[in-house]
């Protein structure tokens, strides 16, 4: 008997990556898919720069943002419960990159979907992006999802002078 396929969609709680997982729903989902939604949060990110706040203040806001993390991924949880997809969610911390691949690997998946916030060149040198490291550093296909919001008709002007 052969199992379905396991499926990593990354998750942040935005409409880039909720653009997503509708993107597997109406391309790429099979019957007996197990989909297994990462969702993360990067602590070192979060409070870097704080330097001045006292360690009770940091301790509150971090206190803060865990319970926001568990929230979402209650919320992740019930997601995959109103599509009818069976699945988890692996809620972690730590470098949302590398977390997305570590897990692919750790439960054999067959792909990797991501959103994409569709940063500028500089930017996304400057700060790197999930989207970018997840597909340099995957061994398995990886789907990044620009919504259509990208390409919107506000954008229209760039695209007539650039074409």
């Not at 009770?56 to 319970?67: A, G, R």
């Not at 998946?109 to 490291?133: E, K, V």
Request: glycine letters at 8%; proline letters at 2%; charged letters at 25%.
């Amino acid at each position: 008997m052969e199992d379905g396929r396991t499926i990593i969609v990354a998750l942040d709680g935005s409409h880039h990556s909720d653009y997503a997982f509708d993107w597997y729903l109406n391309n790429s989902k099979k019957d007996g898919d197990n989909v297994v939604i990462v969702t993360c949060f990067d602590k070192h990110h979060a409070h870097h720069g704080h330097g001045s706040d006292d360690v009770q203040e940091v301790t509150t806001k971090l206190q803060t943002d865990l319970d926001t993390h568990k929230s979402q991924a209650d919320s992740f949880k019930e997601k995959l419960r109103k599509a009818g997809v069976k699945g988890d969610v692996v809620a972690s911390a730590g470098k949302p990159g590398e977390v997305v691949v570590h897990v692919a690997s750790e439960r054999n998946a067959s792909m990797i979907i991501c959103g994409t916030r569709g940063h500028g060149a500089i930017r996304r040198t400057l700060m790197g992006s999930i989207s970018n490291y997840i597909v340099h550093h995957s061994t398995i296909p990886v789907v990044v999802c620009r919504s259509k919001a990208h390409h919107d008709p506000a954008n229209e002007h760039h695209n007539k002078h650039h074409s």
